[in-house]
């Protein structure tokens, strides 16, 4: 396997202070690499040590086969191409002339630019959208433009290797985006090997094929995005607390902080019947909301008892595939009591856990209300030839039954809760 860029035993110290300690790294043409890290672990510095503008005072950095102390710094920059975190300097400079800077390690002196780096300018331009500003001066440019100069700029100078430095802090939600996607193009497209610092961790995971973690100097981690980014990882070593969980829509890992401030804490007891992973959306909301949650009967090792348990709630629980035994009953039964209502979820009912619904007919929860949500298809959810239905038809004639949706459910809850205080 090639590899564009490599760090080899890399060693560098301030002074005294040592910041990056024996780091190595493999990294592929047409590969887009995040380097993430909280503050002062040394991803700047890495940086700056792989682009050449800082010497190692241990182990080497290679392009392609070539270590980059070997080579003139013309040289460097026909191979890699650095984008510091300050973009939004004072440049008193045309658009058009900012990107032609990026053809200097290639115009000879005395001579100027030719047609072919003129050309290369304008595809440059093309490439990040920026061509209708050529004219304007870039100091006029709002902070996104002003990006996509400087990567026009990085473009022009036809590296390898493109190195960027926080590339997105100083953008709003849209102009992350297209920068984003522009890198990711660049890379994919033109092969270049695009490694870049972002604190954003949840942009991290959308667009990198490989994370690089830092811990104070050193590589705690690195690798696909879901394997690096696991809560216990986040936590050691930015030591915030996060969930972690896969975008529904583009199946990516997304991460979520989970707040310090102590939450709001209400007196309302509610009891889920759930199972499947019918409950665990709203196990989390009603958990976040600060309710106190009970489940059952669930199964171990159900993705709804795992919710459970997360979350420290009570549980009524049992051994998979045995049907509800009476114990299990009596402690579902005894949640239930103590709760100020049942919430029903649309689960699957077969003889093992049909009994789940025949506490529901219990006299001794008559005043109990009870939430049924998602009342659809019950047939095609009944798996014990009709007992459930019958039982079902039963229970949604009691006085204390009620459907409804989620977040009915939820506005309800709170405002039950409100009324309590
Ligand atoms: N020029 C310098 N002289 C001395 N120490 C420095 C210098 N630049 C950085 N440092 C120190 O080196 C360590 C790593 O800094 P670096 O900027 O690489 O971290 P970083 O991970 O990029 O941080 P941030 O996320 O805050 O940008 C820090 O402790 C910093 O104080």
């Known amino acids: 396997m090639d590899y564009e860029i490599s760090a080899e035993h890399l060693g560098f110290c301030y002074g005294n202070k040592e910041v990056l300690k024996n780091i190595n790294l493999k990294i592929k043409e047409g590969s887009f690499i995040s380097i993430i890290g909280p503050n002062g672990s040394g991803k700047s510095t890495l940086l700056k040590t792989l682009s050449g503008f800082l010497k190692p005072q241990r182990g080497a950095v ?191 890992t997304y991460i979520y902080p989970i707040s310090t401030i102590p939450k709001k804490k209400r007196d309302t007891k509610i009891h889920i019947i759930c199972g499947g992973g019918s409950g665990s959306k709203l196990i989390k909301e009603l958990a976040d909301n600060g309710f106190t949650v009970s489940t059952g009967v669930l199964n171990i090792g159900d993705s709804d008892w795992a919710a459970s348990k997360e979350y420290e709630l009570d549980v009524a629980e049992e051994t998979p595939f045995l049907n509800i035994t009476q114990k299990a009953y009596e402690k579902n039964l005894e949640l239930a009591l103590a709760a100020y209502c049942i919430v029903l979820m649309p689960i699957y009912f077969s003889k093992a856990n049909i009994r789940n619904l025949e506490l529901l007919t219990e006299k001794q929860l008559k005043d109990k209300k009870i939430y049924i949500l998602g009342d659809r298809d019950f047939e095609k959810r009944d798996y014990t030839g009709g007992e459930a239905r019958s039982l079902y038809k039963g229970l949604k004639k009691q006085l204390n039954v009620i459907q409804l949706e989620e977040y009915e459910l939820i506005e309800a809850l709170l405002k039950a809760d409100e009324g309590n205080e």
Do not use: W
């Open 62 to 252: 290679l392009i392609g086969e070539e270590n980059l102390k070997e080579l003139s710094q013309r040289e460097i920059s026909k191979r890699l191409s650095m984008v510091p975190q300050n973009i939004l300097l004072e440049f008193d400079f045309k658009v058009k002339d900012i990107v032609l800077m990026g053809r200097h390690p290639y115009i000879k002196r005395l001579k100027g630019e030719t047609p072919e780096d003129i050309k290369i300018v304008e595809k440059a331009m093309r490439y990040t959208n920026i061509l209708e500003f050529s004219d304007r001066l870039y100091n006029e440019l709002s902070g996104g433009e002003k990006q996509r100069v400087i990567l026009a700029q990085a473009l022009a100078q036809q590296p390898r290797v493109l190195l960027l430095d926080e590339p997105i802090s100083h953008l709003d939600l849209q102009h992350q985006v297209e920068i984003l996607d522009l890198i990711k193009r660049m890379s994919m497209e033109e092969g270049l090997a695009s490694i870049a610092v972002l604190h954003d961790l949840n942009m991290a995971s959308a667009y990198s094929d490989h994370i690089v973690m830092l811990k104070a100097g050193e590589i705690f981690c690195e690798g696909e995005p879901e394997k690096v980014l696991t809560a216990e990882n986040i936590a050691h070593v930015f030591n915030t607390d996060v969930t972690v969980s896969k975008n529904p829509v583009t199946g990516k």
